[in-house]
């Protein structure tokens, strides 16, 4: 309602994602869905892989994912196929052929740790923040009502001219209030080869 006080904790202005970033689904055929996705939609391939059985991925149900892309941006639709024991379990949001998860972009660092602050002021449960794997944005989860996997992000990676992704350091949790944004840019340039760009607005962490 206008006029009541904000959350405690959260921002008097919460921010807004400014896109949805991309999505995630689950799906029966991982050959036959890059090759639609690619050949009838048009979109580009980033990158592919199968997880080994004793590598947690994108969540432990996880067997296989590939990313495609419609412009530089490292991919704007993630797809996963299940582990054999997950897909004959009892079917839950995400672990089953369809939605996997939907992400939302924020335009700066302390946007994503205001988002966070904001959602936890509310009452919701943050699943877990990560940085690594594909597309290498720092990033946290939550939950919808129905259960659907909704992620918030900042600082997905690029892909140059040579349609190659860049070196990323492998999936981990991390504290995202404490996490070292202006770091993890440098590391990300390092890594490319090219001259650092840390985002103006970057903040190294949240004050204690």
């Given at each position: 309602m206008t006029g009541d006080p904000p959350l405690n904790g959260a921002p008097a202005l919460e921010p807004r994602p400014v896109r949805i970033g991309h999505l995630g689904i689950v799906v029966a055929d991982l050959d036959r869905t890059v090759s639609f996705y690619t050949e009838v939609v048009g979109l580009r391939l980033t990158e592919r892989f199968e997880y080994p059985q004793?590598?947690?991925g994108?969540?432990?149900s996880v067997a296989?994912?590939?990313f495609v892309r419609c412009d530089s941006t490292h991919h704007c639709i993630s797809i996963f196929t299940l582990r054999s024991d997950v897909e004959h379990a009892e079917p839950a949001p995400g672990l089953a052929p369809g939605l996997h998860h939907i992400a939302f972009e924020l335009p700066t660092p302390e946007d994503l740790l205001a988002?966070?602050?904001a959602v936890r002021a509310r009452?919701?449960?943050i699943v877990n923040a990560r940085r690594g794997g594909p597309g290498n944005q720092p990033r946290f989860y939550i939950r919808d009502p129905d259960g659907n996997l909704v992620e918030f992000y900042w600082g997905i990676d690029q892909v140059g001219w040579?349609?190659?992704a860049r070196p990323y350091a492998p999936i981990e949790?991390?504290?995202l209030e404490r996490f070292d944004f202006a770091g993890f840019v440098r590391e990300r340039d390092a890594a490319a080869g090219v001259a650092p760009t840390v985002p103006p607005t970057a903040r190294t962490a949240l004050a204690d």
């Open positions: 004793d590598v947690v994108h969540g432990v296989a994912g590939a988002k966070l602050l009452g919701i449960e040579e349609g190659r949790e991390i504290d």
